[in-house]
């Protein structure tokens, strides 16, 4: 039982008045008190009515005219069995009392209501708990603070089997908790302009001014919280704790407060108008309660997508639902011990030791400004916090003051390359994989949880390293992982667009797609660092990179406590945002070493060699020589690959396709039909069957999840039901769509077909509906017509970001090859769209890369006095005002508009320096937002005085 380290038994005794009305209250009072039996009363169910609670063993005693009836729940993890007792119909309270004395029971109750009553009724103690005179001693008996609705209060009887006292808090001890809905965020910020001078004043540096901040955001979020007026006790605790932090926000607990405080003024007084007023209180907590979920539901649902793992999905709804998350199952102390040495193996450091001298001030490594670390203090998420607790929610909330301190902090350890050491400690979790057993350590992945403090310096040195990097051209076109503009859509691409053009030429193609051992983990950051050195890094920043990345405590937790800790030098740390760019940075001579005869495809460690050929013995030759090239490159580096987990396959039409075996290392890759790459399943012939038979299997998983909130009142509603099925089947179905879009009608009408059944679902349609009219009533654009857009979109992007793609394209359009991007290049020539030109647009992107823009926190400072509706108007009012006082000097001034009416679409743009007015109108089809852009473009060109044709 949950409640076995204390040798002890909760028990909630109920007169609920309808368990299906209150079956969330008592699912959210259940986990915050951890109960193990319950006792219902009055549970108004028939015996037809199916009733699931998590976790418990049901025994109920209905009535078929939905009145009275009984429910006891038994925790699974307790034996229980059902017994046969003698009915009694009595209900006389004096016979009740004499079978309590004759029979030697002890009635628990100490004559506190347990019903209420509107007055001049009194309130009584209807509910009577008894228990044998043998262990009477060891029983504890309360009331919640709260009747939840109902009108009688719930229960609670705890025994004690050592007879110590379960609330003994000089026992148990409890973690003191920070929740932002109960945070007063403008004290917070007062008392940190308090902190802040007297930490400015001190004159302390690095490392200890961080810590002193560290310590003062803490303590003023802990002063900041807002008092919890039910705090009584256990029972009396804010039922918060299990509510989704999306929607039970402060002004839900304002609600719950002043409802639990209205009723306690009702128990202590008795009067009629305090009983009332308590009625109020409630059902305006109620509709609160409700919209909010609903509310909170939906702002969920759009942030979900086709990356949102079927088990979170059931996680978060379970959590609307008020079920507490399910913990897995800790792993074995002795496999821990395994896992933390595959972790963090016994590894003697070669640190990077070269001597920092004073090097000419470069002005892509100056001093950190403002500007950056407002833009990191926005993209950083609110995520688990490291050993220090430090929430992103304290950093997004510091006020000015506290914000430039930090940014000094920052550049001091730009300057001394010294890192805290607060920074080196990371908190390890184990948790198991999907479908394991957890009977060996590498069931297990870890969760490693950094200080946000930390993240923020890193976001802020990855935006200035990754355009250190881009300037020299140091990472390949080839690899197109954690690389702006490109992701896995455009490696899919690529891929096709090779097996087309060798299918195109005659030929087969033969792709191995390899496995780099535990990639991150085996990463050697000395050499790694020495490389960048080599390539113009500045010492410096050499010696900061491998300090943040190499010199690591690990705190690897079991059961909630620090169990082991070992130390850190090989990898890449996980969690740290500089990882995904300084692996790249690490292989980013694996293209050099493939033969002129292949080609390589990279996303991250996800690598496919392939080379085309009509002799299967010059595929064969050309792969195992790539292979064994790639193979020495990599054991260069420390890395390996595993060639238990690469796999081998030819794509070609032939019925009967040559037998060819790829090897190296004496070893035989595996040869599939077909091969799951990037998510989407890639067979020889490029017939798709296989991809739509696994997207449809997905699908239905979802699918089922879909009927499942459809049932809850807080999901139910038709918009957000369309909004869950765009962000967590759509965005399915539409993965990979630029390559599958081909297969044959038979194929693609599975999932249309799984559009129409979610839209029925989705607005309680009928089957009979026509498909069309399922769409249009919806405002869902038919998948055929969706497909065909994204591919229109992706070609757009890439006529900038992937000009080779486009070489591959107009090579299959002379050919006459058929490619999955045929008929979007079609429609977009029918518009009179053409790829861009590339050099101009490079200006343009250059320009806004080296805009020196000053940032200003005082109007930003201001707003935040005021309710976010007023910004608006307020806001014009803060930047007339600061240009007075500061005497800006505006160089230029251009003014930008973009708009679409039933007519066409337009933008203009009037430079006031030289009085020149462009205007320029756009196809139909544009949106208002593509006008703005382009506006902003055309102004953009202005200022470097480049044609607007162009």
């Known amino acids: 039982m949950d409640n076995e380290e204390n040798n002890s038994l909760r028990v909630l005794q109920w007169n609920i008045n309808g368990v299906r009305s209150k079956l969330q209250d008592l699912i959210v009072l259940c986990s915050q008190e951890k109960i193990d039996v319950m006792l219902l009363q009055e549970t108004k169910i028939t015996p037809r009515c199916s009733l699931r609670i998590p976790g418990y063993k049901l025994f109920r005693s209905d009535r078929t005219d939905r009145g009275g009836g009984v429910l006891v729940g038994v925790k699974n993890t307790i034996p229980a069995d059902r017994l046969s007792i003698t009915d009694h119909e009595n209900t006389s309270s004096e016979t009740t009392g004499n079978w309590i004395e004759s029979s030697n029971l002890v009635v628990l109750n100490d004559g506190r209501p347990t019903r209420l009553a509107c007055p001049p009724v009194s309130s009584s103690a209807i509910g009577v708990t008894v228990v044998s005179a043998r262990g009477a001693m060891q029983w504890n008996w309360t009331v919640c603070e709260d009747p939840l609705g109902s009108d009688h209060i719930p229960i609670i009887a705890t025994y004690v089997n050592t007879g110590q006292n379960v609330h003994n808090e000089a026992e148990v001890v409890h973690r003191q908790s920070v929740r932002d809905a109960r945070t007063d965020w403008e004290k917070f910020r007062q008392e940190i302009r308090i902190s802040v001078r ?12 961080l810590d002193n901040l560290v310590k003062a955001l803490w303590d003023a979020a802990v002063s900041a919280q807002k008092p919890n007026s039910s705090s009584r006790g256990r029972t009396g605790e804010s039922r918060s704790a299990v509510r989704d932090k999306v929607w039970f926000d402060a002004e839900c607990v304002d609600l719950w407060e002043e409802r639990t405080a209205r009723f306690r003024l009702f128990r202590s007084s008795g009067t009629r108008q305090d009983f009332l007023a308590y009625k109020r209180a409630d059902a305006r907590a109620k509709k609160a309660f409700r919209k909010k979920r609903i ?35 800790d792993i074995d102390r002795e496999l821990l011990v395994s896992f933390a040495d595959k972790l963090a193996p016994i590894f003697v450091s070669k640190a990077f030791h070269d001597e920092v001298v004073d090097e000419v001030q470069n002005e892509r490594w100056r001093r950190f400004s403002v500007q950056e670390i407002t833009i990191a203090l926005k993209e950083i998420k609110n995520k688990a916090t490291g050993e220090d607790n430090i929430k992103a929610s304290f950093l997004k909330n510091m006020p000015k003051d506290a914000i430039i301190v930090m940014l000094d902090i920052f550049n001091e350890f730009m300057e001394s390359t010294d890192i805290p050491t607060s920074w080196q400690v990371s908190k390890v979790i184990a948790i198991k994989k999907p479908g394991k057993d957890g009977n060996h350590c590498d069931h297990y992945r870890p969760i490693c949880l950094l200080s946000i403090v930390r993240k923020l310096f890193e976001k802020m040195l990855l935006a200035r390293l990754d355009s250190w990097a881009n300037s020299r051209n140091l990472i390949p076109k080839s690899q197109m992982g954690f690389r702006s503009g490109v992701g896995t859509q455009n490696c899919l691409a690529k891929l096709h667009s090779h097996i087309q053009i060798a299918w195109a030429r005659k030929k087969m193609l033969g792709c191995v797609f390899l496995d780099v051992k535990s990639a991150y983990d085996n990463v050697l950051v000395d050499i790694l660092c020495h490389d960048l050195i080599l390539n113009g890094l500045p010492k410096k920043i050499g010696l900061l990179l491998s300090r943040l990345l190499s010199e690591r405590q690990l705190n690897f937790y079991w059961r909630n406590r620090v169990s082991l800790v070992r130390r850190g030098f090989k990898g890449l740390p996980q969690g740290s945002a500089l990882s995904p760019l300084c692996y790249n940075l690490y292989v980013r001579e694996l293209e050099s070493v493939v033969p002129e005869s ?129 962000t967590t089947i759509r965005s399915v179905l539409e993965y990979g769509s630029i390559v599958f879009r081909t297969a044959a009608r038979s194929h693609m009408i599975k999932l249309y077909r799984i559009q129409w059944q979610c839209l029925r679902i989705c607005f309680g349609l009928m089957k009979s509906t026509h498909t069309l009219t399922v769409e249009v009533l919806s405002g869902i654009c038919p998948l055929e017509l969706r497909f065909v857009l994204l591919a229109e979109r992706f070609l757009i992007r890439a006529s900038a970001r992937q000009p080779d793609l486009w070489d591959d394209i107009r090579y299959l359009q ?50 935040r006095e005021f309710p976010k509706e007023l910004w608006i108007l307020v806001a014009n009012t803060f930047v007339a005002e600061m240009i007075r006082k500061e005497q800006l000097e505006v160089a230029r001034v251009i003014y930008t508009d973009g708009s679409k009416t039933n007519d066409g679409v337009g933008v203009g743009m009037w430079d006031t320096a030289t009085n020149t007015i462009e205007s320029l109108s756009l196809n139909r089809n544009a949106t208002s937002f593509t006008a703005e852009m382009m506006a902003i473009k055309i102004a953009l060109l202005q200022t470097m005085e480049i044609p607007t044709e162009h």
Not at 673 to 681: D, E, N, P, R
């Open 198 to 209: 007297n930490i400015v004043e001190s004159n302390v540096t690095g490392s200890e001014k």
């Open 295 to 329: 509310d909170g539901w939906r702002e969920r649902c759009e942030g979900f997508s086709s990356s949102t793992s079927l088990g979170e999905l059931w996680s978060i709804a379970r959590s609307f639902r008020g079920e507490s998350k399910k913990r897995g199952g």
């Open 598 to 726: 292949c080609f390589i495809l990279q996303y991250a460690d996800d690598v496919v060699v392939g080379t085309s050929h009509t002799d299967p013995n010059e595929i064969k030759q050309s792969l195992s020589t790539a292979c064994k090239a790639i193979q020495k490159f990599l054991e260069s580096k420390g890395l390996a690959l595993s060639i238990q987990k690469s796999a081998f396959q030819l794509f070609t039409r032939k019925h009967n396709p040559p037998n060819i075996t790829v090897e190296w290392d004496n070893a035989v890759v595996q040869s599939l039909t077909s091969f799951k790459y990037l998510g989407v399943v890639f067979d020889s012939k490029c017939l798709w069957a296989a991809q739509i038979r696994n997207m449809v299997s997905a699908c239905s998983k979802r699918i089922n999840f879909m009927r499942a909130v459809a049932g809850q009142t807080w999901g139910a509603h038709p918009t957000i039901m369309r909004v869950m099925y765009i």
């Open 814 to 863: 002379q050919t006459g090859g058929r490619f999955s991007l045929a008929e979007p290049v079609l429609a977009l020539e029918e518009i009179g769209w053409s790829p861009t030109d590339s050099r101009e647009d490079a200006r343009v992107n250059d320009l806004i890369e080296h805009m020196n823009v000053d940032v200003s926190l005082s109007i930003w400072e201001q707003l």
